[in-house]
């Protein structure tokens, strides 16, 4: 409610992560990669070779205990 409120008026563009009573701000995605098709894209192509050509720089999925060595607070 309080991004919503004009307290939160100079707070934009931000990316914040909550875990319990923990509140995060987030680092801010940027493109790290791209791939293009002409055509455009269909689930096929996208599984066939969209996917495939993107994998190599996918994020790994790294669970909170890997991340927060303390416990929700």
Known sequence: M???GDA???VTGQIFAVRMNEIFLMSQS???RSIHRAEGWTCETLANHGMPALKSSFYKLDRSADIFSWDAI
Do not use: C
């Open 2 to 4: 309080f991004l919503l």
């Open 8 to 10: 939160a008026k100079d």
């Open 30 to 32: 940027r493109p790290l």
